[in-house]
């Protein structure tokens, strides 16, 4: 702690502050009942939030432009943005999919004379936005954060029931420590590492009907939500003993090769790559955290943005010819061979020691690059499997996204009580119908239940 109980930022969040990697999350809450202002308000002032030092502090820079959070006092007034007007005549998905698509390219937004976070309430519509800069932490910590002021539908004194380390299978992700598996750590490390970093320097995706680059984070944007049924992506993982990001991997290898038909037929080669960006959480407890936990410093879950990056690679096949299987079984090979090496903590590591040594600058110009030079990001947040509340108002659905980047394609996974939505945000000059994209993605997961159905 410095003059002013002021604290330093962590280069994570020194870095979502350069102009080129700025970053805003939003996350985006469907209410049942219409909005109480004053409730709203009111639950504000008591939540945990407002316990968090981050919540309440300005982002203030020194003489040397290095950047503190300083204590002050939440004026939440200054924090709500109330909008009462409908959003357009098209309903409620579309309208406030077209505000967030206003957000996404609104990075200042955020003003610096209070601290770094919004609440948006498009009362017409029954929706809370949750505006909130990326410095402030990932989004295993914001949604951990959001829980915590949430209750159970169904037990109103209950919080919402965490996923647990040990819930999470492990098996496929930590194989039996022996010779033979640690030579094939270190072979797949080797070939993954060397890849991110040329991938840093100049290896780049090929051109494509989907392919963003310099400057494509100011371009217009666009957004359509591609919904899923949990219990099918459940179904389709037993079948191959997959796991949910293998499903989803492979519901996005086959609905862009499926788009890419569609806008492209002859546009590139068969069996052509293209890479996805995915962030990693690498906490020591998977999944989302405890609260109580991540407020510890001494905690191994600590809050913030801890993640590192690894290259998802898929390939292009024309659909006439391709079996929806195939996509996921390639998928769950592909991360597999992923989750035995050490490409997260690398990058990680080196995004870390390159902002020590050169300064926010620099790291901020090598993220951007890596940008530039693959095709897509994917996230995926996995939340309450049960209904929730806050403020007694029953929660419809939950979504989120962040504000755009220099890919024309990024994509926000969240779950919520049975259905996972995936926010497809696109640069519509290059990609102008995100909804026939989003189509692409949810047939691509009936097709895999079909298939698998077919055969039980």
Not at 255 to 284: E, H, I, Q, W
Not at 304 to 324: A, E, Q, V, W
């Amino acid at each position: 702690m410095g003059e002013n109980g002021d604290e330093a930022l962590t280069p994570a969040g020194r870095l979502f502050l350069q102009e080129e990697t700025k970053q805003v999350i939003h996350c985006v809450v469907g209410l049942k009942n219409p909005i109480d202002v004053e409730s709203v308000k009111s639950e504000v002032r008591k939540s945990t939030m407002l316990q968090h030092p981050r919540f309440t502090s300005l982002l203030v820079r020194d003489q040397r432009g290095e950047e503190h959070w300083r204590p002050t006092q939440v004026e939440i007034d200054r924090h709500l943005r109330v909008i009462e007007e409908a959003l357009g005549e098209e309903g409620d998905e579309r309208a406030i999919n077209g505000y967030l698509a206003e957000l996404s390219i609104d990075c200042d937004g955020l003003s610096m004379d209070k601290p770094l976070w919004e609440i948006h309430l498009l009362m017409a519509h029954k929706c809370l936005i949750f505006r909130i800069h990326h410095a402030l932490g990932d989004g295993i910590s914001l949604m951990s954060l959001f829980l915590a002021s949430c209750r159970k539908l169904n037990d109103p004194q209950a919080l919402p029931t965490i996923a647990s380390s040990a819930s999470t299978p492990s098996n496929a992700s930590n194989p039996p420590f022996n010779f033979w598996n640690l030579l094939l750590t270190l072979f797949f490390s080797f070939l993954f590492i060397l890849d991110f970093i040329l991938r840093c320097l100049w290896v780049r995706d090929p051109k494509s009907s989907i392919t963003g680059g310099a400057g494509v984070q100011l371009w217009p944007r666009k957004i359509a939500t591609a919904s899923f049924s949990l219990q099918d992506m459940k179904t389709v993982k037993t079948a191959v003993n997959a796991t949910i990001n293998d499903v989803l991997f492979a519901v996005i290898s086959c609905g862009v090769s499926r788009y890419l038909d569609f806008r492209a037929p002859n546009g590139l080669r068969d069996g052509v790559r293209l890479t996805g960006l995915a962030m990693v959480n690498l906490r020591k407890q998977p999944g989302l955290q405890e609260l109580s936990n991540l407020m510890k410093n001494n905690s191994g879950a600590r809050w913030g943005n801890k993640f590192g990056m690894i290259l998802l690679p898929i390939y292009y096949h024309r659909s006439n010819f391709s079996d929806p299987l195939e996509y996921l079984k390639r998928a769950k090979a592909t991360i597999d061979r992923k989750k035995r090496t050490l490409e997260a903590s690398f990058s990680y590591k080196i995004g870390d020691f390159v902002m020590s040594t050169l300064g926010p600058k620099f790291a901020g110009l090598l993220n951007y690059r890596i940008l530039c030079h693959t095709t897509f990001t994917i996230s995926n947040v996995v939340g309450p499997q049960e209904e929730i509340m806050i403020g007694g108002n029953p929660i419809t659905f939950l979504r989120a996204n962040n504000s755009a980047l220099p890919h024309a394609l990024v994509l926000n996974m969240v779950s919520y009580a049975g259905r996972a939505d995936m926010q497809v945000q696109v640069a519509k000059d290059i990609i102008p119908d995100p909804e026939f994209l989003a189509k692409c993605f949810e047939d691509a997961l009936l097709e895999m239940k079909e298939q698998v159905t077919a055969k039980i």
